[in-house]
């Protein structure tokens, strides 16, 4: 059988044994072998994909192929770069493709994930099955690698016997091995096998394999054993110290290992800082402190004078690509690093080989992931020289840009301001958050990064990449996100707040309100970015229009915002009503999907067929997500598949309808349109009565229990819908 893609898992447990065993072994579990690109791309498909956030990115981008994988799913808003790297990078790589030749060069701005993204994908490898390995091989050599060796040893032996026809010999040596190692019986004359043969002129059949020269012969057995591409391109001829113990001369003199029974053994990947195996960052190194022994290793210092210069053992094999051998590397900022390691880097990818330190000389084969991170004036600034040229043959460029969907910016800041103390219990020292701040700061982000267009406002293009399709007044046609994309130009999401500027705001906010409140607020945030950006943006007119943006698009922002949740907490019942409401859009969509009707409990029709338009379109139409009649279908098939994610990831029956944002709004708009009237409790704080005032109390509490803002500032809240008499006028 030949094999084309690796197959989803191995083994658990480490393989020990010899190398015959080994390829018994092998013929079963084809990864056992496989390359550094085809491991990678196993381990982060495996993890699977998030069917819901699937189909919002096929919306929001108009790519039915792009996919939301499972492991990287906490880099929000990034799936289109995460897709690329996966799927146009690795899948190919792994398939034996060109990018198999090619590192893999992340381009983004300060603080849009690079780094943290490398530290999850060190963690695919870390958690990956042991790997096995020639034992003794200080880069853990593929063990295929010892292939290799079949031609020299045979060579050796026939030498030794002093033998008048010397190539013969040598062929029966090799099927005499080839015997001990149980080929005969693990080698499928495929295809490729055949083709090999006939591009030897040789006859079809295992004894052929014998008479072919070195990377044929390798190449066949190879194939033969049901490997793909990508691992024939990946084994090469063995570490010094390898080599020597199959030959027996400077290690162990006299006392050769015999191919059969070499040992091999199991690795686990690890970063430690004492003995990275497989997995290597690099920081940028300066020329004046380059160390090419940091990259290659170097001489071994302790063995001088005690072993031949030609000793395996005269060399320390520690280098970082050494030591990210079958694994990863990864260049921190790699394209600021000299010449000299440039070099090296060309080598490792376009010869797969990586040089030995002096003085044993040569090279060792190198299979490793490339991964370089830099930001877009260094990479500027070395394609634009014209002696790096040959270096951009063997880069793949992947733009890394911030999120533009504000449901993505908003998990972001979150998960940033997760990490720190601030997020706490209040119990145990930490600082509460309103509800509000985290989508407001969200707007704000998306507000720096996106271009203006010219007769749509910022606020509805802001909305718009957060996956509504919406109308402007007075614009007849509708724009979908997708014209909005085409219309913006490829530096879209490039520059802009970044989310650490973010958390220092929003920090500097909650050390201030220790003791006072506890609390953060919109209002306190508003205030703390003019003072921000006017202490730290130097440039007037970027300064201008932050601030403006502050005092128009963001207010604007936060008043809607507040609006709505003062209104639903003046509803004793607006959860249980948005609930209900959920529960028959729900049952309705499903009907529709199905082309039934919705079911009673009793198990009877109720309803027309394929679901109630009527109510399910007076849901959708909300005019703040606006989904037209022709886009219905498509925006009811995300809703389910935000169910059934949600259903999946909780293992619970009872969904909510917050599952899915858009509905959310939805849903919410639609019960609130119902208590217009609660607007006259704050037209008068004099003409209020007894049970006003009771209504307003359990307003407050609503605001605590029901959407978490704190006793403080639920009444600061409160108190500016008193003072502010169009607060709760809709606009």
């Given at each position: 059988?030949?094999?084309?893609?690796?197959?989803?898992?191995?083994?658990?447990?480490?393989?020990?044994?010899?190398?015959?065993?080994?390829?018994?072994?092998?013929?079963?579990?084809?990864?056992?072998?496989?390359?550094?690109?085809?491991?990678?791309?196993?381990?982060?498909?495996?993890?699977?994909?998030?069917?819901?956030?699937?189909?919002?990115?096929?919306?929001?981008?108009?790519?039915?192929?792009?996919?939301?994988f499972?492991?990287?799913?906490?880099?929000?808003?990034?799936?289109?770069?995460?897709?690329?790297?996966?799927?146009?990078?690795?899948?190919?790589?792994?398939?034996?493709?060109?990018?198999?030749?090619?590192?893999?060069?992340?381009?983004?701005?300060?603080?849009?994930?690079?780094?943290?993204?490398?530290?999850?994908?060190?963690?695919?490898?870390?958690?990956?099955?042991?790997?096995?390995?020639?034992?003794?091989?200080?880069?853990?050599?593929?063990p295929?690698?010892?292939?290799?060796?079949?031609?020299?040893?045979?060579?050796?032996?026939?030498?030794?016997?002093?033998?008048?026809?010397?190539?013969?010999?040598?062929?029966?040596?090799?099927?005499?091995?080839?015997?001990?190692?149980?080929?005969?019986?693990?080698?499928?004359?495929?295809?490729?096998?055949?083709?090999?043969?006939?591009?030897?002129?040789?006859?079809?059949?295992f004894?052929?394999?014998?008479?072919?020269?070195?990377?044929?012969?390798?190449?066949?057995?190879?194939?033969?054993?049901?490997?793909?591409?990508?691992?024939?391109?990946?084994?090469?001829?063995?570490?010094?110290?390898?080599?020597?113990?199959?030959?027996?001369?400077?290690?162990?003199?006299?006392?050769?290992?015999?191919?059969?029974?070499?040992?091999?053994?199991?690795?686990?990947?690890?970063?430690?800082?004492?003995?990275?195996?497989?997995?290597?960052?690099?920081?940028?190194?300066?020329?004046?402190?380059?160390?090419?022994?940091?990259?290659?290793?170097?001489?071994?210092?302790?063995?001088?004078?005690?072993?031949?210069?030609?000793?395996?053992?005269?060399?320390?094999?520690?280098?970082?690509?050494?030591?990210?051998?079958?694994?990863?590397?990864?260049?921190?900022e790699?394209?600021?690093?000299?010449?000299e390691?440039?070099?090296?880097?060309?080598?490792?990818?376009?010869?797969?080989?990586?040089?030995?330190?002096?003085?044993?000389?040569?090279?060792?084969?190198?299979?490793?992931?490339?991964?370089?991170?830099?930001?877009?004036?260094?990479?500027?600034?070395?394609?634009?020289?014209?002696?790096?040229?040959?270096?951009?043959?063997?880069?793949?460029?992947?733009?890394?840009?911030?999120?533009?969907?504000?449901?993505?910016?908003?998990?972001?800041?979150?998960?940033?301001?997760?990490?720190s103390?601030?997020?706490?219990?209040?119990?145990?020292?930490?600082?509460?958050?309103?509800?509000?701040?985290?989508d407001y700061?969200?707007?704000?982000?998306?507000?720096?990064?996106?271009?203006?267009h010219?007769?749509?406002?910022?606020?509805?293009?802001?909305?718009?990449?957060?996956?509504?399709?919406?109308?402007?007044?007075?614009?007849?046609?509708?724009?979908?996100?997708?014209?909005?994309?085409?219309?913006?130009?490829?530096?879209?999401?490039?520059e802009?707040?970044s989310?650490?500027?973010?958390?220092?705001?929003?920090?500097?906010?909650?050390?201030?309100?220790?003791?006072?409140?506890?609390?953060?607020?919109?209002?306190?945030?508003?205030?703390?970015?003019?003072?921000?950006?006017?202490?730290?943006?130097?440039?007037?007119?970027?300064?201008?229009?932050?601030?403006?943006?502050?005092?128009?698009?963001?207010?604007?922002?936060?008043?809607?915002m507040?609006?709505?949740?003062?209104?639903?907490?003046?509803?004793?019942?607006?959860?249980?009503?948005?609930?209900?409401?959920?529960?028959?859009?729900?049952?309705?969509?499903?009907?529709?999907?199905?082309?039934?009707?919705?079911?009673?409990?009793?198990?009877?029709?109720?309803?027309?067929?394929?679901?109630?338009?009527?109510f399910?379109?007076e849901?959708?139409?909300?005019?703040?997500?606006?989904?037209?009649?022709?886009?219905?279908?498509?925006?009811?098939?995300?809703?389910?598949?935000?169910?059934?994610?949600?259903?999946?990831?909780?293992?619970?029956?009872?969904?909510?309808?917050?599952?899915?944002?858009?509905?959310?709004?939805?849903?919410?708009?639609?019960?609130?349109?119902?208590?217009?009237?609660?607007?006259?409790?704050?037209?008068?704080?004099?003409?209020?009565?007894?049970?006003?005032?009771?209504k307003?109390?359990?307003?407050?509490?609503?605001?605590?229990?029901?959407?978490g803002?704190?006793?403080?500032?639920?009444?600061?809240?409160?108190?500016?819908?008193?003072?502010?008499?169009?607060?709760?006028?809709?606009?």
């Amino acid at each position: 059988m030949e094999t084309t893609v690796m197959e989803s898992s191995l083994p658990k447990t480490p393989f020990k044994g010899s190398f015959k065993d080994f390829l018994s072994f092998a013929a079963l579990h084809p990864a056992a072998c496989e390359s550094a690109h085809a491991r990678f791309f196993r381990l982060w498909d495996n993890k699977g994909y998030n069917d819901a956030r699937t189909v919002q990115v096929q919306n929001l981008f108009g790519d039915t192929n792009l996919r939301a994988f499972n492991a990287t799913k906490n880099f929000f808003g990034t799936e289109r770069a995460m897709h690329e790297m996966a799927v146009k990078y690795l899948y190919p790589a792994a398939m034996g493709g060109e990018t198999s030749k090619q590192a893999c060069v992340q381009i983004g701005p300060p603080s849009s994930g690079k780094s943290d993204l490398d530290n999850t994908l060190k963690g695919l490898f870390r958690n990956a099955e042991p790997v096995a390995y020639l034992k003794e091989s200080r880069v853990r050599d593929n063990p295929l690698n010892l292939l290799y060796m079949i031609h020299t040893v045979a060579a050796d032996k026939a030498d030794r016997e002093g033998v008048e026809d010397f190539e013969k010999r040598v062929v029966e040596i090799k099927l005499q091995i080839m015997d001990e190692l149980g080929l005969r019986q693990l080698i499928a004359l495929n295809s490729r096998v055949k083709n090999i043969l006939a591009g030897a002129n040789l006859e079809v059949s295992f004894e052929s394999i014998a008479r072919l020269g070195t990377e044929d012969f390798v190449s066949a057995i190879v194939y033969g054993l049901g490997m793909p591409k990508s691992t024939r391109s990946v084994v090469f001829a063995p570490e010094p110290m390898v080599q020597d113990l199959v030959r027996g001369l400077k290690v162990k003199p006299g006392k050769p290992i015999a191919i059969a029974d070499y040992p091999i053994d199991s690795f686990r990947f690890s970063s430690d800082f004492e003995g990275s195996v497989g997995i290597v960052d690099v920081s940028e190194v300066n020329p004046i402190n380059f160390d090419i022994s940091e990259w290659i290793g170097a001489e071994n210092l302790s063995m001088m004078g005690r072993v031949d210069t030609d000793d395996p053992r005269s060399v320390q094999l520690n280098g970082a690509f050494n030591k990210g051998n079958r694994g990863i590397v990864i260049l921190t900022e790699g394209l600021k690093n000299p010449p000299e390691a440039q070099r090296i880097l060309l080598e490792a990818l376009q010869g797969r080989r990586v040089r030995l330190p002096n003085p044993l000389g040569g090279s060792v084969g190198f299979d490793g992931v490339v991964i370089i991170n830099s930001n877009e004036s260094e990479y500027n600034k070395f394609v634009g020289v014209r002696e790096n040229e040959p270096y951009l043959d063997r880069f793949y460029r992947i733009w890394f840009p911030y999120p533009v969907e504000k449901s993505q910016a908003r998990r972001v800041i979150e998960k940033i301001w997760g990490s720190s103390e601030f997020a706490r219990p209040e119990s145990e020292g930490g600082v509460h958050v309103d509800p509000d701040v985290f989508d407001y700061l969200a707007h704000l982000e998306i507000l720096t990064r996106i271009e203006k267009h010219p007769s749509v406002p910022m606020n509805m293009k802001v909305e718009a990449y957060d996956g509504r399709d919406l109308r402007a007044k007075g614009m007849g046609m509708k724009l979908t996100v997708h014209d909005l994309r085409e219309a913006a130009s490829a530096r879209e999401g490039l520059e802009g707040q970044s989310p650490r500027e973010t958390a220092k705001i929003i920090n500097s906010v909650a050390a201030e309100v220790k003791g006072k409140g506890n609390t953060v607020t919109t209002r306190l945030i508003r205030e703390r970015l003019r003072e921000w950006f006017k202490a730290n943006v130097v440039d007037d007119k970027k300064r201008e229009a932050l601030m403006g943006l502050i005092a128009t698009e963001l207010d604007e922002v936060r008043n809607k915002m507040l609006r709505d949740i003062v209104l639903a907490s003046l509803i004793e019942s607006f959860p249980s009503e948005c609930e209900a409401t959920w529960q028959k859009y729900l049952d309705n969509i499903r009907a529709f999907a199905l082309n039934q009707s919705v079911k009673s409990q009793a198990g009877y029709a109720r309803g027309p067929v394929g679901g109630d338009e009527t109510f399910m379109r007076e849901i959708e139409t909300d005019p703040d997500w606006g989904v037209t009649l022709s886009e219905a279908p498509k925006f009811r098939a995300e809703v389910l598949a935000a169910v059934n994610q949600h259903l999946t990831e909780k293992r619970t029956a009872n969904v909510p309808y917050n599952c899915h944002e858009a509905i959310r709004r939805c849903i919410e708009r639609y019960v609130l349109k119902k208590v217009r009237s609660g607007a006259r409790l704050f037209s008068s704080a004099s003409a209020r009565n007894d049970e006003d005032r009771r209504k307003i109390s359990d307003a407050k509490e609503r605001l605590i229990k029901q959407y978490g803002f704190s006793e403080w500032s639920a009444e600061e809240l409160l108190r500016e819908a008193e003072e502010n008499s169009d607060f709760l006028v809709e606009r």
